[in-house]
């Protein structure tokens, strides 16, 4: 296998031109309503809209949004501070845990740092990213959990690993919570393992990844109408 130094150097020039257009890109109408949301969840504990008072209900608690997208932001924002440039350079740390995800999903590839770089420039050249990645939306970081969840389903079927099944669970939940179409990660996920005959397996990832997701529903517990 050819080592060209191709995929070395060209991952690490398209990685800093992502994250030096984080800085520049024109603001994107969502980021005024998602960065809203996880204001005032980090100032008033709980998520609702002055920019829509007075319309639906907006400015009364919420239940209906992108949950552990507006949690994580909330609690950026307590960390780094409220400001458009550093709401975004939280897509920067799920980039990096989806870097990692590919690295591992590589393991015990003779080839490893060669499909590394591939599988790093395929991701770097997405299109998708320099829209989603680079704004305040939780694309980026349902990519991030989809991504783990595969690494941990191969690797759990490779070591027949059942403490890996229930982490890979642990994330299909994780996917519904951070956008609802991450729900077709759990039924994905499901899916496989009904094609590979581990009925006890599907059982046992359907049980954990719906109680993840079930998380859901916990400001409705606790702040819903009584």
Known sequence: MPRSPFF?????????????????????IDEAWLGEMALWLARKGYVHSELFRGMLGYD?????????HIWANAIWIQLTGFSLVSMRSLNLLFAGL??????????????????????????????????????????TMLATAGIILFVLLKM?????????????????????????NGLGFMFAGGVLLLFKRKWKWLFIFSAISSMVAAAYFLDVWLLGPT
């Open 8 to 28: 070395r150097v060209f991952p690490a020039v398209m990685a800093l031109c992502y994250f030096s257009l984080i800085i520049f890109r024109d603001v994107y």
């Open 60 to 68: 009364e608690p919420l239940f209906v949004y992108h949950k552990l």
């Open 98 to 139: 989806t870097f990692w995800a590919l690295w591992k999903s590589l393991d015990n590839h003779a080839y490893k740092r060669y499909y590394f770089g591939i599988l790093l420039s395929i991701y770097l050249l997405h299109p998708a990213l320099y829209h989603f990645g680079m704004i305040v939306r939780p694309e």
């Open 156 to 180: 759990a079927m490779e070591k027949d690993s059942l403490r890996l099944l229930m982490l890979g669970a642990v994330m299909a939940g994780v996917c519904a919570l951070v956008h609802l």
